[in-house]
């Protein structure tokens, strides 16, 4: 397998070069050796208009036409959604964003082709669910699903709660074939939200130490790379809680993002984390990889 770069340079590779290193990245996808990271993007591939939210402003856009927010936050939705929390309580949150997130998002032809493999563990850092409702449809019975919950609806030292794909709720530490982790939670089947900045105070405190992230999501990535599709990295949160999910992998490590509208920030964690960027369309990228390209 192939070391991670260290030089701090960002690489891009477009056209030729990138269709051969997508290869690659799907004979790894194919052999369990990368891991895929799912972002909101990917949503945009089963519809041209999706039925939920598939960007953070776009979420907080969702909760401003309920509770309109102060115009210095009002399109960041961390803030957004604190906001909220503190003046109409948790409760109103949580049911507004089960509310904006209740239109079935069909999954993609990715996350069908990815629920057919036996990977060890997915990354699903969105909360619409298309990726468990694939395995689902896919008949797979060798899964299980550990989402992040907020603490503050947890007593004692609880970061996540584990579900199979039926929605019944099973014991920390099950594991089986195939991992599915929503770091942030999800839509189904409890309707978990890791939205608020209340929400993240003691998860980012203690990430940097691995404390919120599951045992078995640090050991499965030991020997394995990691594989971003659907991500933009234009926040802080988005930032810190990819490089730590990614902490002591192996490598090799891709995205599949549009290199020409990289922020700087964006530019300087690629680099720094020793991803190598593909620089094609999300939907060129994807018939490629599930075999659908002519």
Known sequence: MNTIPTSGHLVVVRDSFARKLLELARRALVSDQV???????????????????????????????RAPAPSKIRTNMWSVAQFIEQRRHRRTLQAWMTDIFAGPAAPSILHAWLAKLPLSLIIDSWYEGAMRAALAEAGRTDVVEIQGVTRANEVGDIWTRTYDLSGRELEAGAATKTVLYAPHGSIRPAANFLIADSDYVEALTEIDIQTPIPD????????????????????????????QIMKRSEGPRYAIMDGQTLTRNE?????????????????????????SAS
């Open 35 to 65: 891991i895929p990271y799912l972002g909101p993007g990917l949503l945009r591939l089963s519809s041209a208009e999706p039925p939920v939210p598939c960007t953070p402003e776009a979420v907080a856009e969702a909760l401003n036409t």
């Open 216 to 243: 078995v999501v640090k050991e499965r990535r030991v020997d394995r790379g990691f594989f971003f599709v659907g991500c933009r990295f234009n926040d802080q949160m988005l930032r810190t809680y990819a490089r």
């Open 267 to 291: 530019a300087r964690f690629l680099a720094a984390s020793g991803i190598t960027v593909i620089d094609m369309p999300a939907s060129e990228a994807v018939a490629q990889l599930a075999g």
